[in-house]
């Protein structure tokens, strides 16, 4: 447990409460090459430290959540599921950030009356996020934060309109997935192991939206991609990101 809040523009995290502090909990994977003493620091235009990031699990009303899944192009964890985020502008609160983003990368404006919100939990992102893969290139704090929104899924969809740059398919996931996702939270015993338990019966696929050249397609993926768990050694794969699936075990 941490307290977190803005302050001077700067994103604060103590391990006392100060004025206009929250109270959450700071988490990271137990392989994260910080826990290992290993590279805790980035070198961001000559100015080391840890960058402060925010990302939004946004739910419609039927209780699905949408993630996106990063471009293939981009320099950090292409192609892994996520929810809309980036970084935190100095002076920005957190959820005019969490929405600027959500904007940015989905083409979604919600009007303020149109949602609520909570905070979820605070992640710590190295990338890449094992030595195994190389030593660490960028270091962040993500808040997770919880927008639930008064308009349906399909009122939603119709105003999507996705970044080409930084998205490349977008999902809407019904709880039960959700879950099951947040089920195989990656660990050092897990790492690179098979999808794990999770609850309940699940559908073989579920329904995407990605991005061509033509516009919006409508696809399939096998729901076993979402389930992954990050591997080892070796390239990437396809799947939900660590800290998403911590994010998805607060909401």
Same mark, same amino acid.
């Given at each position: 447990?941490?307290?977190? +809040?803005?302050?001077? +523009?700067?994103?604060?995290?103590? &391990?006392?409460?100060?004025? +206009?502090?929250?109270?959450?909990?700071?988490?990271?994977?137990? =392989?994260?090459?910080?826990?290992?003493?290993?590279?805790?620091?980035? &070198?961001?235009?000559?100015?080391?430290?840890?960058?402060?990031?925010?990302?939004?699990?946004?739910?419609?009303?039927?209780?699905?959540?949408?993630?996106? $899944?990063?471009?293939?192009?981009?320099?950090? =964890?292409?192609?892994?599921?996520?929810?809309?985020?980036?970084?935190?502008?100095?002076?920005?609160?957190?959820?005019?950030?969490?929405?600027?983003?959500?904007?940015?990368?989905?083409?979604?404006?919600?009007?303020?009356?149109?949602?609520?919100?909570?905070?979820?939990?605070?992640?710590?992102?190295?990338?890449?996020?094992?030595?195994?893969?190389?030593?660490?290139?960028?270091?962040?704090?993500?808040?997770?934060?919880?927008?639930?929104?008064?308009?349906? $899924?399909?009122?939603?969809?119709?105003?999507?309109?996705?970044?080409?740059?930084?998205?490349?398919?977008?999902?809407?996931?019904?709880?039960?997935?959700?879950?099951?996702?947040?089920?195989?939270?990656?660990?050092?015993?897990?790492?690179?192991?098979?999808?794990?338990? =999770?609850?309940?019966?699940?559908?073989?696929?579920?329904?995407?939206?990605?991005?061509?050249? &033509?516009?919006? $397609?409508?696809?399939?993926?096998?729901?076993?991609?979402?389930?992954?768990?990050?591997?080892?050694?070796?390239?990437?794969?396809?799947?939900?990101?660590?800290?998403?699936?911590?994010?998805?075990?607060?909401?």
């Amino acid at each position: 447990p941490v307290s977190c +809040g803005l302050e001077r +523009g700067h994103f604060l995290i103590s &391990d006392v409460p100060f004025p +206009g502090s929250a109270v959450t909990v700071l988490k990271r994977p137990p =392989f994260c090459p910080a826990k290992l003493g290993e590279g805790t620091l980035s &070198d961001r235009g000559g100015h080391p430290g840890v960058a402060a990031a925010v990302a939004v699990l946004l739910e419609a009303t039927c209780g699905h959540v949408l993630l996106t $899944r990063r471009a293939a192009t981009l320099r950090h =964890f292409p192609n892994v599921w996520v929810p809309p985020g980036g970084h935190l502008e100095p002076g920005e609160e957190l959820v005019a950030a969490g929405l600027r983003e959500l904007a940015e990368e989905t083409g979604l404006r919600l009007e303020p009356g149109t949602f609520s919100w909570r905070l979820l939990g605070l992640w710590e992102s190295l990338f890449p996020p094992t030595l195994s893969w190389g030593p660490p290139r960028c270091h962040h704090i993500v808040t997770y934060l919880g927008l639930r929104s008064a308009e349906p $899924r399909e009122r939603l969809q119709a105003r999507l309109c996705p970044s080409p740059c930084e998205v490349s398919a977008v999902a809407w996931l019904e709880p039960s997935v959700l879950e099951a996702i947040a089920a195989t939270e990656d660990g050092a015993e897990g790492l690179g192991s098979g999808s794990g338990s =999770f609850p309940g019966e699940l559908p073989a696929t579920v329904g995407i939206t990605e991005l061509s050249a &033509d516009g919006f $397609r409508s696809s399939q993926i096998p729901t076993g991609i979402l389930l992954r768990r990050a591997p080892a050694r070796g390239p990437d794969l396809e799947r939900v990101s660590t800290g998403t699936k911590f994010a998805l075990g607060r909401w």
